[in-house]
C-alpha cells in the first residue's frame, strides 16, 4: 500500500485515448474485441490479450449485476499484457455477458472495463477496488453520462489507488 503522500506518484489506470464512448457492439465478443483492438492500438496488451480475453470470458464471466447499470471486467493473463491499463467502453445500448461467479446467468451491461494488469497478484485487489466503486451511489450514472474521456478519467483517477 501506498502511503497518502505519495498518492500523486501512484500508477493513472485510466487515460482518455482508453476511453470509448458510445461504443457499439451487439454481444459480448464484439465488445471485448473493440476494446481490446484500442488497447493493441495504444500498445497496452499484445494482440494475443482479445482471444484470451475472450476465451477466459467464456469460463470465468466478468459481468456485475450492479445497481445502476451493468459492467463487465474482462481481462487476460498477464503474459498479454504490455502495460498496466484500464480500458473504459460506455455501450450505446445493453450487451449481454455472463455474470460473475454465476451459471449461466446474464447481465445486460452498458459499461466495458477492460483490465491489463502487469502483475497477476495486483488483479485481485484491482478487483475489490472496481467492484467498491461500482456499488459507491452515482458512479456508473456519471459514467454512463460522461461526455468526454476526461469525465470518465476523473472518476476512475478518484476511486483507484
Known amino acids: ?9 501512484a500508477v493513472r489506470w485510466v487515460r482518455e485515448s482508453l476511453v470509448l464512448l458510445n461504443m457499439k457492439a451487439e454481444s459480448d465478443v464484439e ?15 499484445k494482440e494475443s490479450w482479445i482471444n484470451a480475453a475472450i476465451e477466459r470470458e467464456k469460463v470465468f464471466a466478468t459481468g456485475l449485476p450492479t445497481q ?3 459492467v463487465a471486467i474482462p481481462h487476460a493473463d498477464a503474459e498479454h499484457v504490455l502495460e498496466q491499463a484500464i480500458a473504459v467502453g460506455v455501450l450505446d445500448h445493453p450487451v449481454s455477458f455472463g455474470e460473475m461467479g454465476s451459471e449461466g446467468d446474464r447481465v445486460e451491461v452498458r459499461i466495458v472495463c477492460a483490465l491489463a494488469v502487469v502483475k ?5 485487489s484491482l478487483l475489490n477496488q472496481l467492484v467498491e ?13 460522461a461526455k468526454g ?5 476523473s472518476i ?6
Not at 1 to 9: H, T
Not at 120 to 124: D, H, N
Not at 149 to 153: A, D, I, T, Y
Open 1 to 9: 500500500m501506498m502511503e497518502n503522500g505519495s498518492r500523486d506518484k
Open 31 to 45: 465488445a471485448i474485441r473493440e476494446i481490446g483492438e484500442l488497447m493493441v492500438r495504444e500498445s497496452v496488451v
Open 68 to 70: 445502476e447499470v451493468g
Open 120 to 124: 497477476s497478484e495486483m488483479l485481485i
Open 133 to 145: 466503486m461500482f456499488q459507491q451511489p452515482g458512479v456508473l450514472s456519471i459514467i454512463l453520462q
Open 149 to 153: 474521456p476526461g469525465e470518465v478519467v
Open 156 to 161: 476512475f483517477d478518484q476511486h483507484l489507488k
